[in-house]
């Protein structure tokens, strides 16, 4: 057995997903796989950081450290609910959460944070983490990182895919039929960020389960039509986003723009009905040949948003990974197993033809744990 474990909080900041991963030879194995929720307080402190963009070293430095303790917590609480031994993990893939993403700053970088020096020593495991750096300094956008997984995992050698993942950010991955043509991908957009931000200000919930809310409400022609028209949508891939730009006062300041009065649950239909444009937009832009579409991360579970996607798709069959043999939970954490992997055995991690660097490259760091072997 070749046991990994991925680590994973997206976006949305609905928990912690540990995965328990065996690859053999070139298949992978699910063997646990659990969320975790997040302390209310880190939770709290997660967000505030990751909202205002800017805080005292201090408490920057001890969110670092908390959450650090956070995954290896939930680490450890796998392992011994499955009754895995720590010493049977080869090693450990965590993306870290991340506080702020720049692919186009003058110095282009992305910021996660989840002190993997934690991590190792609290689960005696080694570590890999700072998955992004690298490619970014190879010119690259540093995201989407989990495309070369899909490849591995999902292309078909007859039929034209696309994986759409839809965390807090939508991102697809265009896997066309064989090996001939290059696999390609990028962010698409808000996927539940705007959603959940948006819901979380009118109930004291954390997420519209099943679009339940946004069900019943109208979508809003011209509200719709100025948030499409935003320069992101428009730029050419690759490219990569995050909630430092798509956030509530994104939206704000968009619906200034309209003077005029929206239900709320207008504006929820709304948010969701662009999710779904601008992930069908991307594949009838980039990938018009695609015969099939498989859903992951957590817009999956959401019906209404699936529907929506179907509509807008009718030439395409739109499904989620279980259709695969994954569920859609587990992707993201499998995505980081698998590339703790790839840099154990030496491997580069990333598709530049996705992220757009210069060449291919080992991804992460290894901090090494004082008692693994």
């Known amino acids: ?18 995965a328990i991963v065996d690859f053999n030879a070139h298949e992978i194995s699910l ?6 929720p997040f302390d209310n307080s880190l939770r709290r402190d997660l967000l505030k950081l990751i909202n205002a963009g800017r805080t005292h070293l201090q408490q920057l430095g001890q969110i670092d450290m908390a959450l650090g303790y956070a995954y290896g917590d939930a680490i450890n609480q796998l392992l011994s609910e499955t009754h895995i031994a720590a010493t049977d993990i080869k090693a450990i893939g965590c993306h870290g959460q991340t506080i702020y ?3 186009d700053a003058a110095y282009p970088f992305s910021m996660q944070i989840g002190n993997a020096h934690v991590i190792a020593e609290k689960t005696g495991i080694n570590t890999v983490a700072d998955f992004r750096q690298h490619d970014m300094i190879l010119g690259g956008q540093g995201a989407p990182l ?5 490849q591995s995992l999902f292309q078909d050698p007859q039929r034209n895919r696309v994986i759409a993942n839809i965390g807090g950010i939508s991102n697809i991955t265009v896997l066309p039929a064989g090996n001939e043509e290059a696999v390609t991908g990028f962010d698409t957009g808000p996927g539940n960020v705007l959603l959940d931000q948006w819901y979380q200000q009118h109930h004291n919930n954390l997420y519209d389960d099943n679009g339940q809310w946004a069900r019943d409400g109208e979508i809003d022609p011209a509200l719709l039509n100025l948030l499409m028209n935003d320069p992101f949508f428009m730029q050419p891939a690759p490219k990569s986003t995050g909630r430092e730009y798509f956030n509530l006062n994104w939206l704000t300041q968009k619906m200034a723009e309209l003077d005029k009065p929206i239900k709320a649950k207008a504006v929820q239909k709304t948010l969701l009905q662009m999710t779904a444009n601008s992930i069908s937009d991307a594949i009838k832009q980039y990938a018009e040949q695609t015969e099939e579409v498989f859903v992951c991360g957590g817009g999956a579970h959401n019906e209404v948003l699936m529907q929506a996607l179907r509509d807008a798709l009718p030439a395409m069959t739109v499904r989620t990974t279980a259709d695969l043999g994954l569920a859609p939970d587990w992707v993201e954490a499998c995505a980081f197993a698998w590339l703790a992997r790839r840099f154990m055995h030496h491997l580069p991690g990333n ?7 210069r060449k291919t490259t080992l991804l992460g760091a290894l901090y090494s744990s004082n008692e693994a072997s």
Do not use: K, R
């Open 351 to 357: 598709l530049p033809s996705v992220t757009g660097a």
């Open 101 to 103: 993403h720049a692919p």
């Open 146 to 150: 989990v495309p070369a997984f899909h």
């Open 31 to 36: 063997q646990a796989a659990e969320t975790y």
């Open 1 to 18: 057995m070749g046991l990994y474990i991925g680590v994973m909080s997206g976006t949305s900041l609905d928990g912690i997903d540990v």
